[in-house]
């Protein structure tokens, strides 16, 4: 590892403990914690809610695959001659 990555790992490692320290030692870091927890709880509400209806939206789509599927193969235009099959008379 050259010295670069090395003082940028240090630096980093350095940004986020004080980031830390700040939030989980000060009062204002305290405060702001407090404040952002209602936020953070409303985003993990919103990407539960945005997981469910992208669920809900694979489930209509296969559904919708599987419906044109079964209706091809009743459909007379589903098969290869193009439903014009030569009957004897």
Same mark, same amino acid.
């Given at each position: ?9 240090? =630096?980093?490692? !350095?940004?986020?403990? &004080?980031?830390? *320290?700040?939030?989980?030692?000060? +009062? /204002?870091?305290?405060? @702001? ?16 809610? =945005?997981?469910? !209806?992208?669920?809900? &939206?694979?489930? *209509?789509?296969?559904?919708?695959? +599987? /419906?044109?599927?079964? @209706? ?18």
């Amino acid at each position: 590892m050259d010295n670069q990555t090395q003082a940028s790992r240090i =630096l980093v490692g !350095a940004v986020l403990g &004080a980031g830390f *320290a700040y939030l989980f030692l000060t +009062r /204002s870091g305290q405060r @702001v914690l407090n404040s952002a927890e209602p936020w953070l709880d409303a985003v993990i509400r919103d990407m539960q809610r =945005l997981r469910t !209806a992208a669920a809900k &939206a694979r489930a *209509a789509v296969d559904e919708g695959r +599987r /419906s044109f599927a079964a @209706v091809q193969e009743l459909s007379p235009f589903g098969q290869k001659d193009g439903g014009m099959a030569e009957t004897s008379h």
